[in-house]
Structures are given as structure tokens and as C-alpha cells.
């Protein structure tokens, strides 16, 4: 992982506060447990039916019946518990899971969320995420500011189909920490070495920028 | 008084399932697939299934054999990411689709099985996942109608059974097996260890054994089962 994203991830561990229930998404939200320390106090929660999830595991220590919604193979831990994929998901619908941390194709200033299929290139199903993207308290996307092809995934409004219209209040990326506000997007933190202009050039929507000193991370 | 013995060959009991069934397959990855009955699902060559599973499993297995076989007419699922067979299948038209969100199919399974007719839910409001579907005012706020879902037959994988059927399950080997073994006419469950009556303890039942119609116990775990090294 480039340095830019290690401190992304590392910057987003931060969001998680002690006591939640957090369901980190596929991909790099789940590289966020690895900027936690062992004893912090969270229920992480997995949509295949687990609460308490422990360590990754080598293959030659898993267990064939664990693993994550990502297919990893992990552990738990003291307290942990086992529960069917209706249960599991009464617990997101229900209120009960405080964040979720979601990847994203796209980011509008509205809130709107899309990070499930691209039209006629990538549409393996929604599996959990529009649950979780409908239904945590608070929704927060980890994600490269851009894209591969370097285009910008925070927009005015998203192109592709929707996972949840208004619902992300928060997005961390390898440039910046950018709220949801009512006004739009606005800028609370930006990356080491990453200049205003910069961050403008490569968001495809206005930022509000603060009067006061800008936090680095 | 005794419960009455329901094992039976996991052969016959396959042989029961016509062409054109719709199948739950319980499941979640790997843990929890009921891979020895799909095996022989495959093997005897059932046409036009409907199969109903949280994912397509990942090429080579599962499910993926009935795909490869052209026995499946339509696949109900969350997820097939992880299975670029059934993305081909799909893109080419040989198999049709319906995804639905992962909790939401869980609870229209959930509802079949609890004799409902349907749920209603909020999710998918605002996004295509709701075209197409009943809407209703329900106390002040707009719902989405999604019907339950019954399959004709459920297969089940199960970590330890006794013969009336009651099961136990694995850790994430659990997933969508306890709601699917509620909601087929016919519950067909494979079991890695089958211990007496009385052998599993009436507080550790997950899935009573009255919902249960047949238990196959299985003499060994074939490769699928195991630690998949990606």
C-alpha cells in the first residue's frame, strides 16, 4: 500500500470511537482494524453472521468455517457470537450498528452514494451494501480521491446507479477529509503535501475550504 | 415415546428433485455450501433450476457445477463477484439473474418459511433496486412490497445432526441454513458428524428437526469443503 493510502487508512481508524458497533466494508475499510489497538474496545461486525471479529489467520491456522464477508480467514475473540444472515441483518436495519465504513465508484456533494455496479462493466450484485449504506447511524467512505483513470469520484451528482441517495456524511481519501454539509462538500483535513489547488483539480464538485488553519494528517 | 429416524442416501434423495425445481442452497462462501448434495445434484443432471443462494460460489465449485452444466434457468442471489463463470453465464443470457440485497433476501426466505406472504422494507428506495416493485404507504412512509420466497427443496449443510433432523451449525457455516431449512416443501439436510437422539442437546438445536425432512450423513469432506488458498 502507497504511503498516501497507509495514512488514509490510518486517519480513518480515527472515526472509530470506543463502545461502537462498525462494519468495515470489502477492500481497504478492513485495513482500518490493523490501525486499532489490540485492546480498543469495538464490536466489529461481519454480515455472514459474526460479532467480535478477531485476527486475520494464516491458511495453515484458519478454520474452513470462519471467515469474513470478504472470504478472509479470521478468529474470534473473547465475547464473540455467531448468528444467521437474518439476524445479522436485522442488527444493521435496526439501528444497532453505530458506522459503516464503505468503499465508493462515486461520492455526490448530496450525499448520494454509488459503489455497487458500473453499467456493462461490473455488476457481480449489491450482496450487503445497500443495507448497510440505507441503515448505519453514521456512513463514512474510504476511497481514493480518484479513480485509476484519474478522474474524480466526488461529484456534483453521480452517473451510476445508486446504493443510497444522501446517506454519506463523511469521505476519507488519500488527499483529504472531506464532509457532507448541507452547503456540499467542505474540507476539514488534507493529506501531507497535498496542496489546495491540487485537491480542487481533482474533485469534480465545489469544496468549501476553511478560514482557519487546515489540520494535516 | 421416540422421534422418528428421517436419515436416508444421499442418491434418493436427490432423485426427488425434478426439473424446473426451485433449490435454496444455504451457504455463505464456502462455509455452510452443501457441496456433497450439489455434487450429486450435478452428477444426475436435474434442468431449469431456480437457485436461490447468497452467492455463486467461485468457479470449479458449488453451485458453479450446475452453472457449468447449463442446469440452472435462473439464479436468485446477493453477490457472484466471486465467481467469473457466473459473470459470463450472465453477460451471455445462457442464465437469468435476480439480485437482491443480502438481508432482504434472507428475510423473504425467513418470510416463506414463517408462512407470510410477503415483507416490507425501505431498502432500495431511491435506487433501480426498487423498479419494478409494489409500493405501499405503511404508518406514513412508502415501503417496498418483497414477496417470500419457498423452494420446492433446500439444501442444507449441517455440522452435526441427530437423525430426527435437528441441527447444529459451524460458525459462519451458519448464514443463510437456518432460515432456508424453515422455508422448502422439501429439506434435504447434509451432515458432517450424525449423532444419536439426545446427542445434540435440546438447548444447542439451531434448526429443529421438524422442519427437517431427510438427513444425509456424510462419510467424508471432499476438497471444496477445505481452506481455499487464494
Not at chain 1, 89 to 104: E, H, K, Q
Amino acid at each position: 500500500m502507497s504511503d498516501a493510502k497507509s495514512r488514509m487508512v490510518a486517519r480513518a481508524a480515527r472515526e472509530i470511537a470506543p463502545g461502537m458497533v462498525v462494519n468495515l466494508g470489502i477492500g481497504l475499510p478492513t485495513q482500518v482494524v490493523n490501525h486499532l489497538p489490540a485492546d480498543f474496545p469495538v464490536c466489529l461486525h461481519s454480515e455472514n453472521g459474526l460479532t467480535g471479529i478477531g485476527p486475520t489467520l494464516p491458511y495453515d491456522r484458519a478454520d474452513r468455517n470462519l471467515i469474513d464477508a470478504g472470504g478472509a480467514y479470521v478468529s474470534t475473540i473473547p465475547g464473540s457470537a455467531f448468528f444467521d444472515s437474518a439476524v445479522s441483518f436485522a442488527l444493521v436495519r435496526s439501528g444497532r450498528l453505530d458506522l459503516t465504513l464503505l468503499g465508493a465508484f462515486e461520492v455526490a456533494q448530496n450525499g448520494d452514494l454509488a459503489n455497487w455496479k458500473i453499467p456493462g462493466k461490473f455488476s457481480p450484485g449489491v450482496g450487503g451494501a445497500i443495507e448497510l449504506a440505507h441503515k448505519a447511524r453514521r456512513v463514512v467512505v474510504l476511497t481514493t480521491h480518484c479513480d485509476r483513470k484519474g478522474n474524480p469520484k466526488l461529484l456534483e451528482a453521480c452517473s451510476l446507479p445508486l446504493t443510497a441517495r444522501g446517506r454519506v456524511a463523511r469521505i476519507y481519501s488519500d488527499m483529504a477529509v472531506v464532509d457532507v454539509t448541507p452547503a456540499g462538500f467542505a474540507l476539514r483535513e488534507l493529506a501531507e503535501g497535498v496542496s489546495l489547488s491540487a485537491l480542487r483539480e481533482a474533485t469534480g464538485a465545489p469544496i468549501l475550504i476553511p478560514h482557519a488553519d487546515i489540520p494535516t494528517f | 415415546m421416540k422421534l422418528p429416524d428421517k436419515t436416508a442416501a444421499l442418491e434418493d434423495m436427490i432423485a426427488t428433485i425434478p426439473d424446473g425445481a426451485t433449490v435454496l442452497v444455504g451457504g455463505f462462501g464456502v462455509p455452510g455450501t452443501p457441496f456433497a448434495l450439489l455434487q450429486e445434484l450435478a452428477r444426475q443432471g436435474q434442468r431449469d433450476l431456480v437457485v436461490v443462494k447468497n452467492d455463486a460460489n467461485e468457479a470449479g465449485m458449488g453451485i458453479d457445477h450446475l452453472i457449468a452444466n447449463g442446469q440452472v434457468r435462473k439464479l436468485i442471489v446477493t453477490h457472484l463477484g466471486l465467481n467469473a463463470n457466473a459473470i459470463a453465464a450472465m453477460n451471455a443470457g445462457a442464465i437469468e439473474v435476480e439480485f437482491c440485497a443480502q438481508g432482504i433476501l434472507a428475510e423473504r426466505i425467513r418470510a416463506g418459511g414463517a408462512g407470510l406472504g410477503a415483507i416490507l422494507t425501505d431498502i432500495g428506495l431511491g435506487t433501480e433496486m426498487a423498479q419494478g416493485k409494489q409500493q405501499v404507504e405503511m404508518a406514513g412512509r412508502t415501503m417496498l412490497v418483497e414477496p417470500a420466497l419457498r423452494g420446492d427443496v433446500a439444501l442444507i449443510h449441517a455440522a452435526s445432526a441427530d437423525p430426527f433432523g435437528n441441527l447444529t451449525y459451524a460458525a459462519t457455516a451458519r448464514n443463510f441454513n437456518p432460515v432456508m431449512a424453515m422455508a422448502a416443501t422439501r429439506v434435504i439436510a447434509e451432515t458432517e458428524v450424525l449423532v444419536p437422539l439426545g446427542g445434540v442437546a435440546p438447548d444447542a438445536v439451531a434448526t429443529p428437526g421438524a422442519f427437517v425432512d431427510h438427513v444425509v450423513t456424510l462419510s467424508a469432506l471432499s476438497q471444496e469443503y477445505g481452506i481455499v488458498r487464494r
